[in-house]
């Protein structure tokens, strides 16, 4: 078959390829773009390590086709924090309070986090567990992880950058 | 054991781990990140049968295919068997690719390395195995039974498919049954589960010009890939550099040397160009290790007054196809049964039980979550029959510091009671088991666990943990250390020991960690909770021997007294009873390398334990309460509270602690509630997480926790493990739970709705 011509969006720069059209969007993402922070846990959507976000909601990048993602705006990881040093609310409300340990889950829960807090700038405890379940971790319990959310939730709120 | 006199500054702290901001910006490199000019694809074929003889394969079609570059099968390796256990040679039972006969459906036959990913998959299929059935067990009773198939035939020292056998006698266990008031006998059957870490495996090898190999992997233990890869490849040791990168947990299910990471580097050798593989989810499922399926049975004998006077406890463990950690576990099993309470006489008989199935390996809390299970479950019922209240019972016979099995453990702090104690108040214990609303439980379970094992089955030549300091004249630090952290936090825990017992800040503190030709490479790698205690005491021996070189400096500089203390805090190195006379961290490094004529000032630390009897330098304790809601309809269990105190010695990172506590929670709940592997002859039928369950953030109950602070004088600044001990409790308090809600004693994990629904006559 042959390769399909596409371009994505990604974290704000705009790339061309050609792809082989069963390709799925982590594998381009990973492995033509270099863009390894987005994760590979199960390759069958039950685990959320691939989350980005796509024109702003969350999406499991193992289950779509990078040809679907054609000319759409893609969110991973790498974008969220602006500067070198500098880390998003999100990262450093997930640092500080312990919600990171061996960092495999990472990337997907703090992508889940951001598009929860886009739809709802003060979930409730119940609403943040829901909205985290598609994201496996096997290291934290969650409740770091929970913890973290309740707390830059009120953080951004706090700053006006509910977005 | 160095002690820092000045006040704890930065043990004792919930600092950010020092990784969290490179993991947080998905900037860690996991093994399966990485990418090499010139990289091969590799993939594994396995068994597709559950034991068989190799009568023929044909690798042809896929050598045939555009862009593979290499395959290999057995008889392409030097055919040498490799297992932890390298002091019994014996017990060594795995070929890193089968070249007669398969064991197991995954069993390693062949492997291929490609131009891409795509084109190794494919080439994979074309490969053709013809097998030869052989008959097949999967259950510890069918291995046993007359006439079964010898799945090990080739060791003629077996007469049956039991691998390895452990005892224990400690005492007259049967005179003591002849005096017992009351006499309990239970067997339960404890299932095997998946590490389910969130990382699959995943390997990078590149080779250099005169065949040496450099090697990412995703393992807890580098040095022993390094040993067993060059034993299995017949290469020097030295021929091999492993480095570990980030990994994404192990809990156990990466300490070993594994197929693929023989195959990368026997396939990068050949070909001369690095090579990858990483594994699939259903890959891992299917042939990653698991926690040992048990079936174990106690007899346990107390006084009418709820005493403990004997126990008989004999477990069969299903090890699947090979040891793998097998015989750890089996003895560790034993072990375990013997603590938490005095067991005056104490008889343990283990049997490591080879089946046609995926090997079982070493998993958070290494035999002791399958005897604590039986032993925990076994004090409720006990508890209940004598009339007793359960905490009351375990405090008549709670092991307490300076307890003794003769040849097994010594204990050299507890704070069990405490815990017991402890626990009982959080939870208003007494009046919640006394009267509760209808379909509603509250039920306890506790553990002890080690803090590293002090034996040496790995048969390593070297010191069981060891590092090496820098100090520099900016007043900055370099620690090397073997210490391998997989999510655990050991690098931040480590650089906090250092900074204490330096006086430094911990961010003057580079850290370099688990690269075996770099950093020292004597250890023995992350497991059995060995970490904090071995790496914590191997860095203070290295902090002891640089604060005598700097201390000397300081006391040269300002003609102190001989009985002078130096101290070492805030980064300056000073009189203790003088503040004054001092200088900085630097500046003392600086006037060491000048009275030493341009050296620079790096010292090593060791640590082996040494005459501490047969099992670990120190023992965690802790008791758990765990309150349920049972739905009488549907038989769902809903865990509402898990309530924890626990003894970890000195707390060196609450929130590293804390977090160890949470995780481990939700995995003794999948353990309890929800996780188990379905197989049809030797075949795991769930490999996706949809069909493997593991707890999710809203399946989590409420958490409390406390933590009581003992000090361990075998621990580095008085700490001990945190880390798999706290694994152990919650399957027993929640089957606790669920019988006082219901009146149903689950002796056969996991605990399911249906189990419960035909215990309660509603099914
Ligand atoms: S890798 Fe996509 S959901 Fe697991
Ligand atoms: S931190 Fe390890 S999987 Fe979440």
């Excluded at chain 2, 079609?61 to 395959?71: C, F, Q, R, T, Y």
Aim: proline fraction near 5%; charged fraction near 20%.
């Amino acid at each position: 078959m042959d390769k399909v011509c596409i371009t994505l969006n990604v974290n704000g720069d705009r790339y061309e390829l050609a792809v082989d059209p069963w390709r799925t969007l982590v594998e381009v993402l990973r492995d033509d773009l270099n863009l390894t922070g987005t994760k590979i846990g199960c390759q069958t959507g039950d685990c959320g390590a691939c989350t980005v976000l796509i024109d702003g909601k969350s999406v499991a990048s193992c289950m779509m086709l990078a040809v679907a993602a054609d000319n759409k705006n893609i969110a991973t990881i790498e974008g969220l924090s602006t500067g070198q040093d500098e880390l998003h609310p999100i990262q450093e409300a997930f640092v500080e309070q312990g919600a990171i340990q061996c960092g495999y889950c990472t990337p997907g829960m703090v992508l889940s986090t951001k598009y929860l807090l886009d739809q709802n700038p003060d979930p409730t405890e119940t609403e943040i567990r829901q909205a985290l379940s598609g994201n496996l971790c096997r290291c934290t319990g969650y409740h770091r992880i929970v913890k973290a959310v309740e707390a830059v939730a009120v953080k951004m709120r706090a700053d006006g950058k509910g977005e | 054991m160095s002690q820092n006199n000045s006040a704890m500054k930065v043990v004792g702290q919930s600092i950010p781990r020092i990784d969290a901001p490179i993991k947080a910006t998905g900037k860690a490199r996991y093994t399966g990140d990485m990418k090499l000019p010139g990289m091969l694809y590799g993939k594994m074929l396995f068994s597709s049968v559950p034991h068989a003889s190799i009568v023929r394969i044909d690798v042809s079609k896929a050598l045939a295919l555009p862009g593979v570059k290499d395959v290999i099968v057995g008889k392409d390796t030097p055919g040498i068997k490799f297992g932890n256990w390298r002091l019994f040679p014996a017990t060594q039972d795995e070929l890193p690719l089968a070249i007669d006969k398969v064991r197991f459906i995954g069993d390693a036959v062949a492997a291929v390395a490609a131009i891409s990913q795509d084109i190794a998959d494919e080439a994979i299929g074309l490969i053709e195995v013809e097998y030869a059935p052989l008959p097949a067990v999967y259950t510890i009773e069918d291995s046993l039974a007359a006439g079964a198939p010898l799945i090990h035939d080739e060791n003629k020292e077996l007469t049956n498919n039991i691998s390895l056998d452990r005892k224990i006698d400690v005492g007259d266990v049967d005179a003591a049954f002849a005096t017992a008031d009351y006499v309990r006998e239970d067997t339960v059957f404890v299932h095997a589960v998946s590490h389910a870490y969130m990382e699959p495996c995943a390997v990078l090898v590149e080779p250099d010009t005169e065949g040496r190999l450099t090697i990412w992997t995703s393992t807890q233990t580098p040095y022993i890939v390094q040993c067993l890869l060059a034993s299995t490849l017949a290469i020097p040791e030295n021929h091999v550099r492993v480095v570990k990168p980030y990994i994404g947990g192990g809990f156990g299910g990466k300490m070993e040397l594994r197929p693929w990471d023989f195959c990368a580097s026997l396939l990068a050798r050949r070909t001369g160009r690095p090579v990858r593989f990483v594994l699939t989810r259903v890959e891992e499922f299917e042939v990653g290790r698991r926690r040992h399926g048990m079936k174990i049975r106690s007899k346990v004998a107390f006084k009418k007054d709820g005493t403990l006077i004997a126990k008989d406890f004999e477990a069969y463990l299903d090890g699947g196809a090979y040891n793998s950690m097998g015989p750890t576990a089996t003895f560790l099993c034993g072990n375990f049964g013997a603590m938490l309470y005095r067991y005056p006489n104490y008889r343990y008989r283990g049997h490591h039980v080879y089946t046609n199935k995926p090997p079982a390996g070493a998993m958070r809390g290494f035999g002791a979550p399958q005897a604590l299970y039986l032993s925990e479950t076994q004090m409720n019922i006990a508890a209940e029959e004598l009339g007793i209240d359960p905490i009351e019972l375990r405090l008549k016979n709670a092991m307490v510091t300076g307890d003794v099995i003769e040849g097994v453990t010594r204990i050299s702090s507890a704070g069990f009671v405490e815990s017991l104690h402890k626990v009982a108040e959080m939870t208003n214990w007494k009046e919640k088991r006394a009267s509760l609303a209808p379909n509603k439980g509250i039920g306890i379970g506790c553990y002890s666990f080690i803090s590293g094992g002090v034996f040496n089955w790995f048969n390593t030549q070297y010191n069981f943990a060891s590092c090496e300091i820098r100090a520099y004249s900016d007043g900055t630090a370099h620690l090397l250390t073997m210490a391998a952290d997989i999510g655990q936090g050991s690098d931040t825990v480590l650089r906090q020991i250092m900074a204490q017992d330096l006086g430094l800040d911990p961010e003057q503190i580079r850290l370099t960690a688990a690269d075996v030709t770099m950093t020292p490479k004597a250890d023995l790698g992350t497991w059995g909770s060995r970490v904090t205690l071995m790496n914590g005491n191997a860095v203070l021996d290295a902090t002891q021997k640089m604060r005598a070189e700097l201390a000397k400096m300081v006391s040269l500089r300002f003609n102190l007294n001989v009985i002078h203390e130096v101290a070492f805090a805030d980064g300056r190195v000073f009189a203790k009873a003088q503040p004054a006379k001092g200088i900085s961290f630097g500046e003392a490094v600086t006037m060491w390398v000048k009275a030493n004529r341009g050296e620079e000032l790096v010292v090593r630390g060791h640590y082996t334990p040494r005459d501490l009897g047969l099992t670990s330098p120190a023992y965690s304790f802790g008791a758990q309460v765990a309150e349920v809601e049972v739905d009488p309809e549907t038989g769902v269990v809903t865990v509402e509270k898990v309530s924890t105190a626990h003894d970890c010695g000195t707390v060196i990172n609450p929130l590293a602690v804390e977090g160890q506590l949470e995780g481990a929670i939700q995995m003794g709940l999948g353990y309890a509630l929800c996780e188990q592997f379905v197989m049809r002859d030797g075949k795991t039928l769930n490999t996706t997480f949809l069909d493997y369950k593991v707890p999710a953030a809203e399946d989590m109950p409420a958490i409390a926790s406390a933590a009581i602070e003992t000090y361990e004088p075998q621990g580095p600044l008085g700490a001990k493990e945190a880390g798999e001990g706290l694994a152990i409790p919650t399957a027993p308090a929640v089957s606790d739970a669920v019988w006082h809600a219901t009146g149903y004693r689950c002796k056969d994990l996991p605990i399911t709705p249906e189990k419960i629904l035909r215990a309660t006559g509603k099914l």
